[in-house]
């Protein structure tokens, strides 16, 4: 929370590339999820993770599909068993 009790706003940043299918679309989406599922902590916002492992980082890995070839090891890992929302 912000002071005063406002919730905190993140303006959001562009990725470096234009998505001209709505495949590439629903893919960025995609890895978008499990990137957070795998590297966000249990009841952090998505704007505090892209702040804590940086911008460039989490554009490059959304980029790429590197991730993609661990989606299952992703959905198959115990993270966020307790507290907070769980992604």
Request: proline share 0%.
């Amino acid at each position: 929370m912000a002071a005063d009790g406002e919730k905190k706003i993140t303006h959001g940043k562009a990725l470096g590339r234009i998505f001209k299918s709505e495949e590439e679309v629903l893919s960025v989406v995609e890895k978008t999820i499990l990137l957070f599922r795998e590297q966000g902590k249990t009841g952090e916002r998505f704007a505090d993770t892209i702040e804590r492992i940086g911008f460039e980082n989490v554009e490059a890995q959304l980029l790429t599909d590197d991730i993609l070839s661990r989606k299952q090891e992703i959905l198959d890992a115990e993270l966020h068993l307790v507290g907070g929302a769980t992604c």
